[in-house]
Nanobody, 117 residues
Framework: QVQLVESGGGLVQPGGSLRLSCVAS????????MGWYRQAPGKQRELAAA???????NYVDSVLGRFTISRDNAKNTVYLQMNSLKPEDTAVYYC???????????WGQGTQVTVTS
């Protein structure tokens, strides 16, 4: 059974940094794109950053230059380094991976990131 376990969320002051990690276990198919989505209170879930198997990243405009996504294919792990955090980055962050030929979506349970002074 595929499981995604996230870690690294927390409370941080504006301008601070956090690093999120997501490990995929129980995977018997090839992992395609990996990514981080986020959902703020009262808002729809949005893609924050994604990365292809070959390491090509994609970011929502609001995080460009502040967030860096990376992955370790040998460890089935995706990371999100978040710098210069702003209060508007406050959200639950969800790990997403696409598995197999049909890119079936799998989701983590979410990790809370709160940016406040």
């Amino acid at each position: 059974q595929v499981q995604l376990v996230e870690s690294g969320g927390g409370l941080v002051q504006p301008g601070g940094s956090l690093r999120l990690s997501c490990v995929a276990s129980g995977v018997s198919f090839s992992i395609g794109d990996m990514g981080w989505y986020r959902q703020a209170p009262g808002k729809q879930r949005e893609l924050a950053a994604a990365i292809t198997r070959d390491g090509i990243p994609n970011y929502v405009d609001s995080v460009l230059g502040r967030f860096t996504i990376s992955r370790d294919n040998a460890k089935n792990t995706v990371y999100l380094q978040m710098n210069s955090l702003k209060p508007e980055d406050t959200a639950v962050y969800y790990c997403n991976v696409k598995l197999g030929y049909y890119d079936v979506d799998f989701w983590g349970q979410g990790t809370q990131v709160t940016v406040t002074s």
